[in-house]
């Protein structure tokens, strides 16, 4: 892959005291939940909380870079990390008080316009407790292969190509929420749970997994477009960063967890077909982007 900045460019990128571009692009998405924060105050649970923690991320975020210190380093490359999880938790609270409905029946009508039957319905066929098992596990493995990467090429010190990746799945990310936001969905798994003839039965892990993360995501719409998609295609594009060898199990992994996501009644096709062309946009349009963030870097403190 091509360097997406210069020799020179990324090496005063990576030192300097200006905004970065994956920072640029989590104040962005702050300013937008921060709207919708205040223009549905009311309606929030516990607005004044969301409120007090965006300005308190955004401020830390500030300090870090006008004042470098020994966490600097370590802050400004992993903070995106719990930053895009806490917005993702945020999501259960600022989807229920915007909208009264949701859009799981428009959803399912068109994917049953699509392929004449429900899918999830129809890959009963092929539903056993061994195939079940096994696409659970792909299926909760989400998080650790996308992480995966960016440890990778932080353990070899590949620090240009960690910082473009880590842009690349934070805006990732924060684009799949914009899309919940947008058309708030849960799921096949539960629209259609009268409609499904025999209950997905695994053999040991299935329950605990599906338990666990029901706890971790609680009452989410989550579904529009498929972040699992979208982010494993970001996360497979990335691990060519790191070698072939490693390109190639990402390749595997791939459909595997796309196919999961429909099969254990998660999703809807049309969410993965919108999680395709997200990560086939973001592929496309993301190196552009960053070069245009990271050259047009802000001064803090006057720098």
Request: charged share 15%.
């Amino acid at each position: 892959m091509a360097p997406i900045l210069t020799p020179q460019e990324s090496k005063s990128h990576l030192t300097s005291t200006r905004l970065w571009a994956v920072d640029k692009v989590i104040l962005a998405y702050t300013l937008f939940t921060t709207t919708i924060i205040l223009g549905w105050w009311h309606s929030i649970p516990d607005a004044w909380q969301l409120l007090f923690w965006h300005i308190a991320g955004a401020g830390l975020l500030f300090f870090e870079v006008k004042r470098p210190n020994l966490t600097s380093r370590f802050f400004r490359n992993w903070y995106p990390l719990p930053c895009v999880a806490y917005y993702y938790k945020e999501m259960a609270l600022l989807i229920p008080a915007i909208w009264h409905s949701d859009s799981d029946q428009w959803l399912a009508d068109l994917d049953f316009r699509i392929w004449h039957a429900n899918p999830t319905v129809w890959l009963e066929r092929v539903s056993n407790p061994v195939l079940t098992e096994f696409l659970q596990l792909v299926y909760t493995l989400f998080v650790p292969a996308v992480l995966l990467v960016a440890f990778l090429l932080w353990k070899r010190g590949k620090c240009a190509e960690f910082q473009y990746y880590a842009f690349l799945i934070a805006l990732g990310y924060l684009v799949s929420y914009i899309g919940y936001v947008i058309v708030p969905a849960r799921g096949p798994r539960f629209l259609l749970r009268n409609v499904q003839h025999v209950p997905l039965q695994g053999l040991w892990l299935f329950h605990a997994m599906q338990n666990t993360l029901d706890r971790l995501e609680s009452a989410h719409y989550d579904c529009f477009p498929s972040g699992h998609t979208e982010l494993t295609i970001l996360a497979c594009w990335g691990s060519r960063l790191v070698s072939n060898r490693l390109f190639r199990v990402y390749l595997a992994y791939t459909p595997l967890i796309i196919f999961a996501t429909v099969y254990l009644r998660y999703h809807y096709t049309v969410d993965l077909l919108a999680g395709i062309m997200v990560a086939a946009a973001l592929i496309c349009f993301g190196p552009a982007l960053y070069r245009k963030l990271s050259k047009g870097g802000t001064a803090i403190g006057g720098r």
